[in-house]
């Protein structure tokens, strides 16, 4: 309905000038560019249930329309009583779109009572995604579930 406004509007405006300017010609530039943004990873992150030691494990989703490359975890925070040793990691060259990668960190942990912990990854595109979870943690073993 807008574009066929747009063509009448522009019909009228040639007649008019020809009518007014005795022009013989005109030109009317009708823009039929799509107004969608353009391709970009989106990452979303989530921390599975989960009962391991020394591990967390959590899911990386591209549910954007273009490749993410390069993804990394730029930081692991907990609250609450764990000892660990945070360090940047890298996980997945390339996730393309709608695909998903199964990560693992694994560190030193040691800990005793509830924590939350929140997991940052980013990709060479600047695009970030982030992931929280809660749960218990007895000496090693976590439980999140």
Do not use: H
Not at 6 to 25: D, M, Q
Not at 64 to 91: C, K, P
């Amino acid at each position: 309905m807008l574009r066929n406004l747009k063509k009448l509007t522009c019909i009228f405006t040639i007649l008019i000038l020809v009518a007014v300017n005795n022009i013989s010609t005109a030109e009317c530039m009708i823009d039929d560019t799509d107004e969608t943004s353009e391709s970009a990873p989106i990452l979303e992150v989530y921390i599975r249930s989960q009962l391991t030691v020394f591990s967390i494990w959590f899911t990386v989703k591209n549910i954007g329309d273009a490749n993410a490359t390069d993804i990394e975890m730029s930081s692991i925070a907990f609250e609450g009583d764990v000892i660990y040793n945070s360090r940047q990691s890298s996980l997945v060259q390339k996730l393309g779109p709608d695909k998903t990668r199964y990560c693992g960190y694994s560190n030193y942990f040691l800990g005793f009572g509830t924590f939350n912990v929140t997991i940052n990854v980013e990709c060479a595109e600047g695009v970030d995604g982030t992931g929280s979870a809660s749960g218990i943690i007895i000496g090693p073993l976590f439980l999140i579930p």
